[in-house]
């Protein structure tokens, strides 16, 4: 099935009866397809937060956590959000004797949606802590061109200073819309690179350039990837992008040209 047959954009009753049938998976084999033999857009997971988790134990008594789920960007599919949603509405009133057996339905279901090993951390619900972002934020910059659309002609090497640098630069002015529903997705894009000094002004440039871009946001940080790794051709390379939440959700993927440099997942004080 295609995106525009899912749940995403359309009146929906939500679930009070457990329901793993909601969830719909979306291929990431369509998206990939001009740039699939970099081997880093498969290199990487895409972290969720799930905000609004709630079941029943034993006794029928609402129990309530922080969800974390891990999804390997390996995974046949990405699980489109709203569907995701609803699938946790569905576990609201569903009884369960620990939450242990909460992890392990969930794992269950969500693999096989995806079609690859997805795991679930539970955390209390003020357990999560809020981690400041580290590396150069290069919001203050002006950059010499702006577009609304990606253009990887945008990216530049720093012509004045050919230094080699392993640096991390992040961004909270990334945007870009959802495909389906056209709703707008707000996030902070990190960007490790070890090579040739990039322009930063050029960075700020091309990440404002999805402002009116409409992708996921797994695609989203993908086309990055790609983008910079094919026109500045670093050494080395990290993207992971912390969006903020919707419907109780946040979306968090990362890819990196070399496993060493996987991250541990963040949550910002916006998210």
């Known amino acids: 099935m295609s995106v525009e047959q899912s749940l995403l954009g359309k009146e929906t009753e939500y679930p009070t009866e457990y329901q793993p049938s909601v969830l719909f998976p979306i291929a990431r084999a369509l998206s990939r397809e001009n740039y699939a033999d970099l ?15 709630s079941w029943l134990n034993g ?19 990405l699980i489109e959000s709203k569907s995701l949603k609803l699938y946790f509405n569905s576990l609201n009133f569903h009884r369960l004797d620990s939450k242990q057996d909460l992890i392990d339905l969930v794992e269950q279901d969500l693999s096989q949606a995806a079609n690859a090993k997805v795991t679930l951390e539970l955390f209390d619900v003020d357990a999560l802590e809020i981690t400041k972002p580290q590396g150069i934020c290069i ?15 945008l990216l530049k090497l720093d012509a004045e200073q050919q230094d080699h640098v392993d640096v991390t630069l992040f961004s909270h002015l990334l945007r870009s819309n959802c495909p389906v529903t056209g709703q707008p997705d707000w996030g902070t894009v990190f960007i490790r690179f070890q090579g040739l000094k990039p322009c930063y002004r050029s960075v700020l440039a091309y990440i404002i350039s999805y402002r009116q871009h409409n992708g996921f946001h797994e695609q ?3 086309q990055m990837f790609a983008d910079i790794w094919t026109h500045l051709q670093p050494e080395k390379l990290m993207v992971y992008a912390t ?15 070399d496993l060493s440099w996987m991250p541990n997942p963040i949550r910002l004080a916006r998210q």
């Open 59 to 77: 006794l029928g008594i609402p129990q309530v956590a922080i969800g974390r789920i891990t999804l390997p960007a390996t995974s046949t599919n």
């Open 139 to 153: 919001d203050e910059l002006i950059p010499e061109h702006l577009e609304n659309h990606p253009n990887a002609g």
């Open 220 to 222: 989203c940080v993908e």
């Open 243 to 257: 969006y903020t939440r919707r419907g109780g959700l946040d979306i968090n993927p990362c890819r990196v040209s």
């Open 39 to 53: 081997k880093g857009i498969t290199q990487g997971l895409d972290w969720w937060h799930v905000f609004e988790l």
